[in-house]
């Protein structure tokens, strides 16, 4: 190897030999090549280094007269320098798109699952608002400042916890000092629960029972009739019915029969005696704890409405007075109606249970049955179709006018990220490549 | 180049005539597979022929051809990796130095797949190519010193890997990788410092 004491160093050596020095330089380093023998046989190395190297050589490429012919037909086509600047243009889009496949299949995967996740995401958050709100609606007093503290506290310890506890030390408050005027209204109830203490009421625990059925019967007819005679039976009735019995097709039924709780296991062993079973649901909600709420609020809001007839009894105020708080009992009173019948509901769902009934037919085609022609067939595919094309188009408009600006804001936050990382990868392979 | 963006069939049969053998020399030296050289070379003249209407003469021609090919062949190169990262087997190729060059070929492609893959890239390039300095330097984004140097390092690395003795070992280290891997083109050595 040459040392740094030669006029010229290597790699100037090897640049002259490339025809790469400055016209200048290039001479210098002849006239020092001439005269150093060690400089003169190192670039005779690297001379013999190129023509090894050269040695290396490949086969020609093949004549390929059909790609040839190609290119010059393609040539033909393509759109002259300037002439069409919209070509250019849309070809520079045809160009980025293709390129940028990789960012454009990432930023649709993350606008899906951005617009999957938001949706879920606002599926069950709408829940607690409107049961807040309703809780609220339910036990809020508006405009009753001057009520007693323990109504007050109740108000804000229901709409919080709605629990059990909350209730039971809150109702007890209450019971001290208006235990004879609730003793006066509870005359009044009629519903069983009433009846009981509320240590009954929190013991026994309330639940809504529902079962779902699907019973395909071999004799339509006759497992109708049966199904009155269960209903009779069992002194239950049918919230819904609907039969289905067209011509030439499986009839069906779907009913949503209500039970009394204590004989919905006879009855639904006798539905299940109609045929043959192909689904069966049971489940239970308990409502126990809802329902000991509504009680507490129901007996606070009937309390506010006794204090309130005690005021206007007393009339020492001004008219406005009068006026102000007779307003305030026909509000109270109007809470206190939705509140009873929200409570009837409640026991009703619990003094009878749901079944869902779906009874088929098992259905035998019979020859030379009349089919709808094929004209009205034809008719219907159309309109059918009409409709799956309406739908799917207010569904996209929808779509875009519901997540189209979520979707625009993650795509600025991401795409670029994405860009900036796939570039990053380019770059940092490209020079290993 | 201007007549062919300019629609004529002629200059473009003519610059794929003068430069169809370089581009695909270009191509046999850095991929194993002749039918794929062959593919990419079709494909750098369509990305030619696509490019035509907006071609700009800054530099060379011949510059701006060479860019397209390492173009594509890194877009190839970088399919080849992601293909062989998920679908878990690298592409079966042929090594064509067992069917069409000779013994020399072989040894000096067998020294050069050594070096490093800068290195070997300014090398080929130059040697190959005949590109100059300030072509190469900007066809790799690099400095051309960084070129003059780096070229200098290949060199040298190169002459030390083509010595007897260590082309020996190099073969044997080949050959024996290449009865593990079956591709002796796989391997990639770090080429000698000066």
């Known amino acids: 190897m040459i040392t740094e004491a030669h006029f010229a160093a290597p790699e100037e050596i090897m640049a002259l030999l490339d025809g790469e020095l400055l016209p200048e330089r290039a001479q210098s380093v002849s006239i020092h090549l001439d005269e150093c023998a060690e400089c003169r ?18 086969p020609a490429a093949l004549p390929n007269a059909d790609f040839e012919k190609r290119l010059v037909d393609a040539a033909g086509r393509i759109p002259v320098q300037g002439r069409f600047p919209g ?98 209204e509870k ?29 395909v019967a071999k004799d339509f007819g006759f497992s ?22 067209r011509q030439n097709a499986a009839r069906s039924l779907e009913a949503s029969l209500r039970i009394p709780a204590g004989e919905l296991t006879e009855a639904v062993a006798e539905l299940k005696s109609l045929g043959q079973v192909e689904n069966e649901a049971q489940g239970g909600e308990e409502v126990t704890q809802q329902h000991a709420d509504l009680v507490a609020r129901l007996k606070n809001s009937r309390e506010t409405e006794q204090r309130l007839q005690a005021i206007l ?58 089919s709808p022609s094929i004209s009205t067939r034809f008719h219907n595919a159309v309109i059918v179709g009409y409709r799956g094309a309406v739908e799917s188009a207010i569904g996209v408009v929808l779509f875009v006018a519901e997540d189209g600006p979520v979707t625009v804001v993650w795509l600025a936050i991401l795409a670029p990220m994405v860009w900036f990382l796939r570039r990053r990868w380019i770059r940092t392979t490209s020079a290993t490549l | 180049m201007l007549a062919c963006s300019q629609g004529s069939a002629e200059a473009l049969t003519e610059l794929f005539r003068r430069y169809q053998q370089p581009i695909h020399g270009f191509f046999r030296r850095r991929l194993n597979d002749p039918a794929r050289a062959e593919e990419l070379t079709q494909e750098t003249f369509l990305a030619l022929l696509r490019s035509a209407s907006r071609y700009e003469p800054r530099a060379l021609f011949r510059t701006y051809l060479y860019a397209i090919a390492l173009k594509i062949l890194r877009a190839y190169r970088r399919k080849a990796i992601f293909r062989t990262a998920f679908v878990g087997r690298p592409e079966t190729i042929p090594d064509p130095a067992q069917h069409d060059a000779t013994e020399t070929g072989l ?60 082309s020996r070992a190099a073969t044997d280290a080949v050959t024996q990788a290449a009865s593990g891997s079956g591709n002796p083109q796989m391997i990639t050595t770090k080429g000698q410092r000066a």
């Open chain 1, 313 to 370: 009894l007393q009339r020492t105020g001004k008219v406005s007075d009068i006026l102000a708080v007779e307003q305030e009992i026909a509000r109270v009173r109007g809470e206190i109606e939705q509140m009873e019948g929200e409570q009837k509901s409640l026991e009703h769902r619990v003094d009878f249970a749901t079944i869902d009934l779906n009874l088929a037919e098992e259905y035998k085609a019979k020859i030379g049955s009349a």
């Open chain 1, 224 to 245: 109708r009739t049966a199904l009155d005679a269960i209903l009779a039976r069992h002194h239950g009735y049918a919230a819904s019915l609907n039969a289905n019995t």
């Open chain 2, 107 to 166: 040894w000096v492609r067998r020294a050069v797949a050594q070096l490093e893959a800068t290195d070997r890239e300014i090398l080929l390039l130059r040697e190959f190519e005949q590109l100059s300095y300030a072509e190469i330097a900007e066809l790799l984004n690099l400095a051309v010193n960084t070129v003059r140097s780096r070229l200098f390092r290949a060199r040298v690395a190169l002459r030390e890997l083509l010595k007897p003795s260590s």
């Open chain 1, 187 to 215: 005359k009044g109830l009629a519903s069983p629960y009433d009846r009981f203490s509320r240590a009954e009421v929190l013991q026994a625990p309330m639940i809504a029972r529902t079962v779902t059925l699907s019973i």
């Open chain 1, 87 to 184: 070509l250019n243009h849309w070809h520079h889009w045809r160009v980025f798109l293709r390129r940028r496949w990789l960012i454009t299949a990432t930023a649709a995967a993350l606008v899906l699952a951005v617009a999957v996740t938001s949706r879920r995401a606002a599926a069950p958050s709408n829940m607690p608002v409107d049961m807040a709100q309703t809780d609220r609606g339910g036990a809020t007093f508006g405009g009753l400042s001057h009520l007693p503290l323990p109504a007050r506290s109740l108000e804000r310890e229901s709409s919080r916890s709605g629990g059990k506890l909350a209730v039971s030390e809150q109702s007890e408050n209450l019971d001290q000092p208006a235990a004879g005027q609730l003793g006066l």
């Open chain 1, 41 to 58: 046989e190192f670039a005779e190395v690297l001379r013999k280094g190129s023509q090894t190297v050269s040695n290396w050589t490949v």
